[in-house]
């Protein structure tokens, strides 16, 4: 095991490795005994952003890892489980997925150029926006948005036709059928799949890990400046 370790150490730690822009350095080589996550062999890594400033997911740096860590493996003929610590910048308490304010904005400013929907005989008309927490995740291995709703028109197909907005069963049958028009509708939630991807994949290039996506989830807030619990 110690000899492996010296072997690895030579083989990781003498060199700088480079994916899309991003340069990952090992740092240490440890085998389990001395360190304090699962596996027989234990790699701590930085990672040098092409831009300190930028936007970034964990997730393409843990799949260009397992890259050059499977090569080596092919080299050695065999196989071993390892544990990853990454640091980002130097930083070992950095997010797992960072998206820069101005990219946060462009985002919104397109979501927004889609506002106009239309459900059993009503057009209503929408304004995105994000929530005080969590706009962004990424737990898993896509990039999760929660994007907040609020209906600001609401317009009957024949103006004759009223809407009781007072009526607790009315008011709650409306906000169901509007949910559901929002969140059934494919069409804009993979245009806006496409916005992310547009915005975000020079800094995040998320279309290089397998299995990994941008996805939408929709929470409607308010209609007409009434609150919907739902």
């Not at 080589?29 to 890594?45: A, T």
């Not at 092409?50 to 860590?69: G, H, L, R, V, W």
Request: net charge negative; proline share 3%; hydrophobic share 35%.
């Amino acid at each position: 095991m110690k000899n492996l370790v010296g072997i690895m150490k030579k083989y990781f730690m003498s060199r700088k490795f480079e994916d899309s822009g991003f340069e990952y350095t090992f740092l240490n080589v440890l085998n389990r005994d001395n360190f304090e996550i699962m596996g027989d062999f234990g790699f701590i890594v930085n990672v040098k952003l092409p831009d300190p400033n930028q936007s970034y997911f964990t997730a393409k740096f843990n799949d260009d890892i397992m890259k050059i860590i499977s090569n080596f493996q092919n080299y050695l003929g065999e196989g071993f489980s390892y544990s990853l610590k990454l640091l980002i910048e130097g930083d070992e308490n950095a997010p797992d997925l960072y998206i820069r304010p101005e990219l946060i904005e462009k985002l919104l400013e397109n979501f927004n150029q889609t506002t106009e929907f239309f459900n059993n005989d009503i057009l209503f008309n929408v304004v995105w926006y994000k929530p005080e927490n969590d706009f962004y995740n990424g737990e898993s291995e896509n990039v999760e948005f929660n994007l907040n709703f609020d209906v600001v028109t609401l317009m009957p197909d024949d103006p004759s036709i009223g809407i009781d907005m007072d009526d607790e069963k009315v008011f709650k049958k409306l906000s169901k059928e509007i949910y559901d028009t929002v969140f059934l509708d494919d069409e804009t939630r993979q245009h806006f799949e496409t916005i992310c991807h547009d915005i975000l994949e020079d800094e995040l290039k998320l279309s290089s890990v397998e299995d990994s996506y941008y996805m939408i989830n929709y929470d409607l807030e308010k209609i007409l400046g009434r609150k919907v619990f739902m």
